[in-house]
């Protein structure tokens, strides 16, 4: 019976990576804009710009803390580092050709495992673009309006767009330019975990590489050596 639990455990595991959602919304109007983290649909953080707070005073626990972390980074500092494996696996990656290749692997598994698989719900981009002078409003208006739509289009091409409402009109009336944004996208969790895994698999197989090469640098320098 324990292989039915394990079965059924692993089969929600399953059902909740496919199911489980994470986006973010991003919206900006009024001088104000707000980041929201969200989780299945419910926003569980959020970060506000452009909004004055006044400081927050550190109590006196806090200020103690802050300190002993200070002095505690400070004696790592003065301790001599070792070279670890990282760095030495690094300093076998000296081929310009070898690090544009692994660096075009990435990139390639970003697009295909997150870029490509992510939804936008909403895109909203309102613009209404006003300066002192109409002449420039005009080109202000007219180079703003084709940044913003090549943008637009750069990302149709890149993610899945559901909705999209964009407006570029020019305010002859005022001396500034006023913004409303609404962008609200999601992923499924198991887009994280499939992308997770491509990137451990080209980690790995980089890995092999600069290994390899690190060891025949040795053998090299130790034959130099012996003649």
Known sequence: MRWLFVLFVVLVLLA???????????TSGGGKTCLAVQVGGLSVFRLRFGEKRPPKLKSRKERERDAAKERKKAKEEKKPKKEGELSQLLSAADDVGFLLESLKKG??????????RIVVNRLTIHVAVGT???MKTTISYGALSASVFTA????????????????????YGSASTTLELDIQLWLRLW???????????LWR???????QRAATKTEQSEACNVS
């Open 191 to 201: 887009h994280f975990t499939h992308a997770a895994a491509g990137y451990l698999a």
């Open 132 to 134: 002192p002078d109409p």
């Open 152 to 171: 637009v289009a750069t990302l149709t091409h890149l993610v899945t767009v559901k909705r999209r409402d964009l407006v570029m009109v020019p305010d």
């Open 16 to 26: 909740l990576m496919q199911a489980l959602r994470f986006g973010m919304r991003l």
């Open 107 to 116: 990139l390639s598994v970003t697009t295909e495992r997150l870029l490509k």
């Open 205 to 211: 197989e980089i890995k092999a590489i600069l290994k």
